[in-house]
């Protein structure tokens, strides 16, 4: 059973942070490239970063200078540290596993976490 289980979302100013977490099945971890997307009211699922399972990162536009994902394979956890926080990175952001099989590669995804950036 693969599991996405992510934590770490809420209410916060603009100009905070936050930091959200998304804890793997140890089955998936090691063989998956990790993200975490964003879907805001009325808008499309977007990618706001992705890491590799060699540690390379692809971050968008929007979140770059502000944003950091990091893996911690020992704990089978990504992090998402969010850093001066506006109002248009409100949104349900989403844990993504792209796990890859000699069969080929698979998508999964956690339960989402409320962001929710407002004074």
């Known amino acids: 059973q693969v599991q996405l289980v992510e934590s770490g979302g809420g209410l916060v100013q603009p100009g905070g942070s936050l930091r959200l977490s998304c804890a793997a099945s140890?089955?998936?971890?090691?063989?998956?490239?990790m993200g975490w997307y964003r879907q805001a009211p009325g808008k499309e699922r977007e990618l706001v970063v992705a890491?590799?399972?060699?540690?390379?990162?692809n971050y968008a536009d929007a979140v770059k200078g502000r944003f950091t994902i990091s893996r911690d394979n020992a704990q089978n956890t990504v992090y998402l540290q969010m850093n001066s926080l506006k109002p248009e990175d409100t949104a349900v952001y989403y844990c993504?596993?792209?796990?890859?099989?000699?069969?080929?590669?698979?998508?999964?995804w956690g339960q989402g976490t409320q962001v929710t950036v407002s004074s």
């Open positions: 140890r089955s998936i971890f090691s063989s998956s490239a």
């Open positions: 890491i590799t399972r060699g540690g390379n990162t």
């Open positions: 993504n596993a792209k796990v890859y099989r000699t069969s080929g590669i698979y998508d999964y």
